[in-house]
DNA sequence: GCCGTTTTCGGCCCGACTGTTTTCAGTCG
């Protein structure tokens, strides 16, 4: 059984209790499991065998009990009884929009309604409004949402596709309402976060005339249906199914706000428990004081800053991406958080094509766009032969490639430019483990990237000694996207993560962030998995263009969502030092 | 059911919006 199956199980578990109304903090605890584990890196298998599935957070006696039970026999007694009791449709009709644990058990046992299909079927013939507390609009917002759900197979969407939608609701929004309306404005929520998908957009702004600013946010042209709009939130639903949340504030609740809509909701749990226990209730505006505390109750306390409000708890300021809980609230505690990578660490980059393989540019203008970005270095490694409907690098080929790379480099250096293309490949780690290229012409390289495109479909233990094998090849300086992961279209490879990891820290092998949205691969908490082990990470766009260079942000945040620093990252170091810490120390033979 | 910088027992976050409600429960984030 795999972390997400565990993961399924348990948040089938919780959800079945809410419909049961169960004591509602067992609920969370399922919940909080579910999520826990869900973003573990390790194997639960693994950890079961090492007897600590109680370190992982959100695991006590109980759902440790339950989870090595599920592991060692495929099923749970005490499980199987709830998930009898209550169908898996029921569950099911918690996913439509406003449709919530009671409304779904008053549907069911009132009128026998035990799918999305059927919950359907009696909204459209009218027969919901005789239930109380149920009416006509509720049937037709349930037919809405139902289609909406329809619509949209996957209910999060990529950051790749919805980053650029929020900026462009953000510049739109500026230019349509007069000049000083909107005093601040900024992408709060998971986009904020760079979480890796998304469920809605939340915009945050400042403004003496939200009035003004909700009615230029309805009429925005992107947007399909209004979801609700109040006074100070309007929730709007885009063409392609995206839902838009837009809040308004006074200035002096800026602070408290923009941490409040970043979230997690689980960072934010942790910081309202943190507050009450110092004596202050938490809410979106500010601090009040319980009375607990040394301050008279009732009293507040607002911030206009964000960072004010973490240091008025002891805090310091917790950029973002690290808001998950998973350990920063301690960190910021005792001062102790990493000094994340930036954009702006990246010297050059490891993986890109030309069109010696299937890139669009060639390898003097994938260059100059290297160069004119402010890098110091640039690897062209394109793939190698037999690659299917991809024409690839073979020995001859590479030779010929190289003479066109010398050429460049020369010009470079004839015009004073400090910057260099190196030549690599990203080789193909053959359904056997064998590499696309020989070892007498990997040997001829400067930086080699191994990856998998083929036969992803292997078995677990077939995948990973062909990953393992690559790995173990000394001329192997990188491991390519190494769960061959496509975001909401194809799941990641069976491979065995942590074993991967481990000899690619042996091995000095270093592992990619693949920077590209739908891939970001490895990601967050692999990264930081990897890191922890000693592994050495680059964070590479895999350019097949120009324009493929700009997903560079993406792979950066979902390093700084692994806690990475910038020490641990290949190519935040010049070029010398880098080549000095790929696998052979030597940079291969066109190092200088 | 989990957890501990007041606790191994007694806690466990907080407010906006909606619909159908004449005062509030349900849902959401």
């Not at 759900?149 to 309402?177: H, N, Y």
């Not at 979801?227 to 609740?253: F, M, W, Y």
């Not at 780690?429 to 990997?442: C, Q, R, S, W, Y």
């Amino acid at each position: 059984m795999t972390n997400r199956e565990v993961a399924e199980i348990l948040a089938g578990v919780g959800a079945r209790l809410q419909i049961l109304d169960a004591n509602r903090f067992r609920i969370i605890a399922f919940q909080n499991a579910a999520e826990s584990i869900r973003n573990l890196a390790q194997d639960i298998n693994q950890v079961d065998v090492a007897g600590k599935l109680l370190e992982i957070p959100g695991v006590g006696k109980g759902i440790a009990d339950a989870i090595h039970e599920l592991l060692s026999h495929g099923h749970y007694t005490e499980f199987d009884a709830l998930y009898d009791q209550v169908p898996e449709g029921v569950v099911q009709m918690m996913a439509v929009p406003d449709m919530g644990p009671k409304k779904a058990k008053r549907l069911w046992e009132e009128l026998g309604i035990d799918s999305v299909e059927a919950l359907q079927a009696a909204a459209a013939a009218g027969s919901l409004r005789d239930l109380k507390g149920f009416g006509a609009k509720s049937e037709e917002k349930i037919l809405k949402g139902i289609e909406l759900l329809a619509k949209r197979s996957d209910t999060r969407t990529s950051i790749g596709v919805a980053r650029p939608l929020a900026e462009a609701i953000v510049a739109r929004l500026q230019e349509v309402v007069p000049a000083g309306t909107i005093e601040r404005i900024e992408i709060a929520g998971s986009l904020r976060r760079w979480k890796e998908t998304i469920g809605d957009v939340d915009i945050l702004c400042v403004s003496h005339d939200p009035a003004t600013v909700m009615e230029a946010f309805r009429t925005l042209p992107q947007v399909a249906d209004v979801a609700g709009s109040g006074e100070t939130k309007t929730s709007v639903i885009l063409g392609n199914g995206l839902q838009v949340d837009l809040r308004v504030v006074e200035r002096k609740h800026w602070g408290a706000a923009l941490q409040y809509f970043t979230g997690s909701k689980e960072h934010n749990v942790e910081m309202r428990e943190l507050a009450l226990k110092q004596g202050w209730s938490l809410n979106e505006y500010g601090l009040t004081a319980t009375g607990s505390g040394g301050a008279p109750e009732g009293e507040q306390r607002f911030f206009e800053e964000e960072a004010d409000l973490y240091a008025f708890l002891g805090l310091a300021w917790v950029p973002p991406e690290l808001r998950e809980n998973r350990g920063e609230i301690q960190a910021a505690r005792k001062d102790a958080l990493p000094a994340l990578i930036t954009v702006a660490d990246i010297r050059g980059e490891l993986h890109g094509h030309t069109t010696w393989s299937d890139g669009t540019a060639s390898v003097q203008e994938m260059g100059e766009a290297a160069r004119t970005r402010g890098y110091a270095y640039w690897n062209v490694s394109d793939h190698s032969v037999g690659l299917g409907v991809v024409q690839g690098v073979d020995g001859e080929r590479l030779r010929r490639q190289r003479a066109e790379i010398d050429a460049y480099n020369r010009w470079c250096q004839e015009q004073g430019y400090a910057f260099r293309l190196l030549q690599g490949s990203e080789v193909e780690i053959l359904a056997d483990g064998t590499l696309g290229l020989p070892d007498e012409v990997l040997a001829t390289l400067d930086v080699v990237v191994a990856s998998i495109h083929s036969a992803q479909r292997q078995d677990r233990e077939t995948i990973t000694a062909r990953c393992l094998k690559a790995v173990y090849n000394p001329h192997v300086d990188i491991l390519g996207h190494p769960t061959g992961r496509l975001i909401g279209s194809r799941p990641p490879t069976e491979i065995d993560v942590e074993r991967v990891l481990q000899a690619c820290a042996e091995t000095r092998t270093a592992v990619e962030i693949n920077a590209s949205p739908e891939r970001l691969d490895l990601n967050d908490v692999y990264a930081r998995r990897a890191v922890e082990l000693g592994c050495q990470i680059a964070i590479n766009c895999d350019a097949h263009s120009v324009e493929g260079l700009v997903v560079l942000p993406y792979g950066v945040h979902m390093a700084r969502r692994g806690w990475l620093t910038a020490a641990s990252v290949l190519n935040t170091y010049p070029i010398d030092e880098m080549l000095a810490l790929l696998k052979d120390g030597s940079g291969g033979a066109g190092a200088q």
